[in-house]
């Protein structure tokens, strides 16, 4: 999480390929985003190293200048497309960047990452833990297979134990199994240097016609919750969870994101009105904001306000084809907002020249939203950087950044030795996001 992460794999890759110049090349596979960083990383630290990036329509014919490379780059989008011709080839290394993309096991990606014909397998996240501890399990078992046992022997042994009933004898058990294996970089040891970071929750009343339309939406969901969950149980009632909660948090972004014909009459949002309120003083003083929202639909919005108000912005998200273009004209300093989709802005981007960073809603894994902050506040940054979280009050937005804390608790159970409590999702917890507005 911008602790140069990316230099020491590289400087390791480096050392290795001295040591052995007729050696086998190393692999890195990272999500697209990030390709990128790699690609400037090593031409701006290693300039003397081959560098061979697969992508593209025609990168097929690129296979055969593998074995006259030193590192080899892929993403995971491409990984299980390229299985069988990753597969004729042997590597020295491979890396697996942001490697809480291979957090399920099942996946077609994470097979194919299983299939790479490496001597050494390494994971680099600054996030390997986003939601419970079976994401851990499966990036161990791509690169230490069998170190923690089969995954069901592993939720018996360690996983149900610790988020079911809080066992801390377990919870040490495996902290002591995994910690020779872990090297972690945080920012108290790493970047002592790094000037402070402030967090500021601004909460956000909703009023009228949205609020209308919350507490209407919020009784149908809940009331469609409760017959899902007694008709198959709460494990079983997953995806109709998550579209009610998708529902609600749309309504606090902007009535206009949910697909009702009753929503798209309301064209007031008062977390709209709010945001609008912050960008103009911070703009006139000069600040470099970075604006995350996880509705590429919702950045849409927000543009419209943008081009009212003829505010200079750039934009970047799983859309964008040149990502370098407003990437370096945010760095250059040309433009003092870059508004981001979380999904294709909150990792693999240095954007230290930015000191100001808004979350426009909130989703509860604090790891994403962690991610996404330390565009700006990572090694490189010398300014205090400013991370404000809207927050519709009284709404499932507050619920969820209570439940949150859980989140950080089972990460620093496990990273950090220490216990992690009770962590199960329960009953309480849905009358709780579900509760009317205060």
């Given amino acids: ?20 110049p007729a050696g086998l090349p ?4 990272c999500p697209t985003s990030v390709l990128l960083n790699w690609r400037e990383q090593s031409e701006r630290f290693v300039p003397r190293m081959r560098l061979l990036a697969l992508r593209g329509a025609d990168r097929e ?18 990984l299980a497309r390229d299985r069988e011709s990753l597969a004729r080839h042997a590597f020295d290394l491979a890396v697996f960047d942001e490697a809480q993309a291979i957090k399920n096991a099942k996946a077609k990606t994470a097979q194919a990452a299983r299939d790479i014909d490496a001597r050494r397998k390494l994971a680099v996240t600054g996030t390997p833990l986003e939601n419970h501890l079976g994401e851990l399990w499966a990036q161990f078992d791509l690169v230490l297979p069998g170190l923690l046992g089969n995954e069901r022997a592993f939720a018996r042994y360690y996983r149900t134990p610790i988020e079911k009933h809080g066992d801390d004898a377990q919870q040490a058990r495996l902290n002591r199994r ?31 016609r949205q609020r209308e339309l919350y507490e209407t939406l919020r009784l149908a969901m809940h009331e469609r919750v409760r017959d899902a969950v007694a008709a ?39 977390k709209l009105d709010a945001l609008l309120e912050m960008l103009e003083p911070l703009i006139a003083d000069g600040r470099r904001i970075l ?11 927000i543009e419209q306000h943008l081009l009212e108000r003829h505010w200079r912005y750039v934009r970047l998200d799983g859309a964008t084809v040149d990502r370098e273009a407003p990437i370096n004209r945010f760095s250059r300093g040309d433009i003092p907002l870059f ?11 240095n954007l230290t020249t930015a000191d100001t960073v808004i979350h426009y809603d909130p989703w509860w894994n604090p790891a994403a939203e962690t991610q ?36 950080s608790d089972l990460a620093r159970a496990v990273l950090d030795g220490g216990t992690s409590g009770s962590l199960d999702f329960a009953q309480e917890d849905l009358d709780a996001l579900f509760a009317p507005l205060g």
Avoid at 26 to 29: H, Q, W
Avoid at 235 to 262: F, H, M, N, W, Y
Avoid at 384 to 396: D, H, W
């Fill in 1 to 20: 999480m911008g602790l140069g992460k990316t230099v020491q794999v590289l400087a390791h890759v480096w050392a290795r390929r001295l040591a052995d």
């Fill in 232 to 270: 198959r149980g709460l494990a079983q009632s997953g995806i109709v969870v998550i579209d009610a909660l998708l529902k609600l948090r749309q309504v606090c972004c902007d009535p206009r994101l949910v697909k009702l014909e009753r929503a798209a009459e309301i064209e007031h949002s008062a």
């Fill in 339 to 349: 508004l981001l989709s979380l999904k294709a802005g909150g990792t693999g981007l």
């Fill in 61 to 78: 014919s690129l296979y055969a200048r593998i074995a006259d490379s030193d590192l080899v780059l892929t993403s995971y989008s491409l």
């Fill in 291 to 301: 604006l995350f929202s996880q509705f590429t639909s919702m950045l849409d919005l």
């Fill in 372 to 407: 996404a902050t330390d565009r700006a506040h990572r090694i490189g940054q010398d300014k205090p950087v400013f991370v404000y979280k809207l927050i519709c009050a009284g709404t499932v937005e507050e619920r969820i950044h209570a439940l949150q804390q859980r989140k």
């Fill in 26 to 29: 190393s692999l890195v596979v």
């Fill in 178 to 208: 995994i910690a020779p294996f872990i090297l972690r970089r945080t920012k108290a040891e790493v970047a002592k240097e790094l000037p402070p970071k402030t967090e500021i929750v601004q909460r956000v009343e909703l009023e009228g």
